[in-house]
């Protein structure tokens, strides 16, 4: 079966802009994470969405948004950019909250200048 | 969930087992330990996970012990592709953030 995927997989914005990241979870996983990766701070958890709802949340400021929609797709929304936000955002999907395996996707290389 | 300790780096030749350490002694009752690795510009794949006894898979075997204050996973015949950033992550069962650490960059040569 297909894996997860996200969409796009390079971006290039600038400061002050605001970017939607896109994952299509595995079909039929309902619970979906997202990452960020950045060469300083490592992988750290954004968020984490189940059956539409927001059921965790990192400690990132309130210009990283997400949403998931009744397909379970999700997407991330990040608001005023700043150099900093520049990372590889990766998503995970889940079958259903709690089991032990997430399935990550390739990541959406984000660059900001 | 409990902190994680792995060295930054080891080496392991080919065909050879590679035998990674992991110390979380600070572990609640209710807390797995996980293996993910991440290869080079991909996303992390889970390989193992364990609470109290042994595992194994077709990826690799876990050795928690008794007490569990540390752990290690064990690749049996490392090959130039298991080369990646093994981490070593404790977690409640039911929460499903995973918390990364550092993790142990896994060089195999030929």
Request: glycine letters at 8%.
């Amino acid at each position: 079966k297909a894996g997860v995927t996200q969409t796009p997989r390079y971006l290039i914005k600038t400061r002050g802009q605001q970017v939607t990241l896109s994952c299509s979870p595995i079909s039929g996983h309902r619970s979906v994470s997202w990452y960020q990766q950045t060469p300083g701070q490592g992988l750290q958890f954004l968020f984490e969405y189940f059956s539409e709802t927001q059921r965790n949340k990192g400690n990132f400021p309130g210009r990283f948004s997400g949403r998931q929609f009744s397909n379970s797709r999700s997407e991330m929304n990040v608001s005023t950019l700043e150099l900093g936000d520049s990372a590889l955002y990766l998503c995970a999907s889940v079958k259903d909250t709690g089991l032990h395996e997430q399935y990550f996707g390739p990541g959406t290389r984000l660059t900001v200048t | 969930d409990a902190k994680t300790t792995q060295p930054p780096s080891m080496d392991c030749a080919e065909g050879r087992a590679a035998n990674l350490p992991c110390n979380h002694s600070t572990i609640s009752g209710n807390e797995y330990v996980y293996w993910y690795r991440q290869i080079h510009s991909q996303g992390p794949q889970y390989i193992i996970h364990g609470l109290k006894n042994n595992e194994t898979n077709e990826m690799a075997s876990l050795i928690i012990t008794e007490d569990r204050k540390s752990s290690t996973l064990i690749l049996p015949h490392a090959t130039l592709r298991d080369t990646a950033v093994y981490y070593c992550i404790v977690r409640v069962y039911d929460a499903d953030k995973l918390i990364f650490g550092t993790g142990t960059r896994l060089q195999v040569f030929p």
